[in-house]
């Protein structure tokens, strides 16, 4: 049986009320898990003498609580100060507590754009990150070895493809414990890909250009078998320093073979950057089942007719008037820039499309 992870994107998919006993949201993990179920069963030659749970085995993976712990630090620090501070006033100190109280606010801005924040700029935090989703992976590994190369796979969503690259690239360049067949993926697929997002402005982070997370079909460096990135063309997270590797990047032959890029532009009335929109697309599933089980699993009759019953269920007029709306927010042209983009004007453009992608069904 085949493992594909799960890597969530920024916001709270774990209950951290008790740091000592974290509860994940079991909500996100099986819309996810139902909504590839439901994709699979468009495909009788795939699931018709042994379903997909018998094939293969998901996994969710998570790493918000590493973020919460930073936050919940800081307002034990601020009350502390607060208790060692009563009766004295400093105005500097009291600036301090107010920053750490906006900060540490619990808000939608706060759970995510922060979250953002603390992965690009602050290095102990996400090295911190990366050694939890690591140790994930190798706490599987230990107890479920691979049984043949690439035995495993995994989706990233939204920060977490930067999350994923850097795990990946890690775990394929340590062999303390395994070997590089034990911690190669069959498939890596980032869904809203921000591995490249402000990289060349970070100092210790490896560009996703330059690291070994890249499909491999001849020799030379590589972490996996296949690379799936996908966007979707009104989903701006991935817009800003878009991941847009150079021919160069690997060689063309394992372009055409092992590199899928897709730009979903599905009309549903639905936040498009939801990992379970993109994921019940053919045009998005598709190619993940293939190189999950084979390139010749699927008949191309059945991805026609999956295709053609997707498109049928459009709903052209709802979609039409969410891309005036974000048309009229000028959102698409504040982020579409490559290798220049302003941090501020980034974070005020993703918390105006969060904002509003709430109000859609």
Not at 325 to 331: F, G, Q, R, Y
Request: with cysteine.
């Amino acid at each position: 049986m085949k493992t594909l992870f799960i890597v969530h994107g920024i916001g709270k998919y774990t209950d951290w009320t008790d740091p000592s006993d974290l509860k994940p949201d079991a909500t996100w993990f099986n819309g996810v898990k139902d909504t590839l179920t439901a994709a699979a069963k468009r495909y009788p030659s795939l699931t018709r003498y042994t379903p997909l749970s018998q094939q293969l085995r998901v996994e969710p993976i998570y790493y918000d609580h590493v973020f919460e712990n930073v936050i919940l630090r800081w307002k034990q620090g601020a009350a502390d100060i607060r208790e060692g501070m009563t009766g004295r006033t400093i105005s500097l100190v009291d600036d301090l507590l107010k920053a750490v109280d906006a900060f540490t606010d619990d808000n939608w801005s706060r759970t995510h754009l922060s979250d953002l924040l603390m992965y690009a700029f602050v290095p102990h935090v996400r090295d911190a990150v990366v050694n939890c989703v690591g140790d994930q992976i190798y706490a599987f590994l230990s107890k479920n070895p691979a049984k043949a190369r690439g035995d495993w796979s995994i989706i990233g969503h939204s920060m977490g493809t930067s999350v994923v690259h850097d795990a990946v690239h890690l775990l394929v360049n340590n062999t303390l414990e395994f070997t590089k067949d034990d911690t190669w993926a069959g498939t890596v697929m980032m869904v809203s890909n921000t591995s490249a997002l402000l990289r060349d402005r970070r100092e210790g982070v490896m560009s996703p250009y330059r690291s070994d997370v890249r499909p491999q079909l001849s020799a030379g460096m590589s972490a996996c078998d296949y690379y799936i990135n996908v966007n979707h063309v009104w989903d701006l997270v991935g817009m800003p320093d878009k991941f847009d590797p150079l021919d160069a990047w690997i060689d063309l032959q394992t372009r055409k073979e092992r590199f899928i890029d897709i730009t979903a532009n599905d009309a549903r009335l639905r936040d498009p950057h939801d990992l379970t929109h993109y994921l019940e697309n053919p045009e998005v599933h598709q190619p993940l089942f293939k190189a999950l089980f084979g390139e010749d699993i699927l008949r191309k009759s059945e991805l026609d007719a999956a295709a053609a019953d997707y498109r049928a269920k459009s709903d052209l007029a709802a979609v039409e008037r969410v891309r005036k709306d974000l048309e009229s927010m000028s959102l698409s042209k504040a982020l579409n820039f490559q290798n220049n983009a302003d941090v501020e004007k980034i974070l005020e453009a993703f918390d105006s499309f969060f904002k509003y992608m709430k109000t859609l069904p």
